[in-house]
């Protein structure tokens, strides 16, 4: 009953975390693909070899799919909480803002990629709170565990 109820909250929350949620994870998943897809690459060329053969196994490995259903769960929960964290370190600073941006500019500012909450049109009293709210969070990196599975990394 604890987690129907606990569902419940999340699905019907406003602002709308759910909403908020999928595009932090499609932000974290598009920020990390070259990074992840790099870093994919050289592990299979130390674990079967740089040949440019014509049977070579490395043309046999699946592609990473990066879809949120391949985020692993307790990724999703961890992603989940730093959110709520924000919105509570945030406060009003958010009212108004739609929340697909939110998702993408926590990501963004969190990482300090150069982009987020700096870029938008906000009055500079709310970018303050909104980049430093982000900056709280600590950064963090997407990684692909061995189980096939996204999972963060916080620093």
């Not at 130390?46 to 049977?55: A, F, I, L, Q, S």
């Amino acid at each position: 009953m604890k987690y129907i109820k606990t569902f419940e909250n999340y699905v019907n929350s406003k602002p709308n975390i759910n909403s908020i949620l999928n595009s932090y994870l499609n932000c974290a998943l598009w920020t990390e693909e070259e990074r992840i897809e790099e870093e994919n690459d050289m592990y299979n060329d130390d674990m079967y070899g740089e040949d440019d053969d014509e049977n070579n196994i490395k043309d046999y490995l699946p592609e990473i799919d990066f879809n949120i259903e391949n985020i692993a769960p307790d990724a999703k929960i961890k992603a989940y909480e730093d959110i709520k964290k924000f919105l509570e370190l945030a406060g009003n600073a958010i009212d108004g803002i739609i929340e697909d941006d939110l998702g993408y500019d926590i990501w963004l500012s969190r990482n300090n990629s150069g982009s987020g909450f700096i870029d938008r049109d906000y009055d500079d009293y709310i970018k303050n709170i909104l980049e430093s709210s982000a900056q709280k969070l600590g950064t963090c990196d997407l990684y692909l565990g061995e189980d096939g599975m996204f999972h963060f990394e916080q620093e």
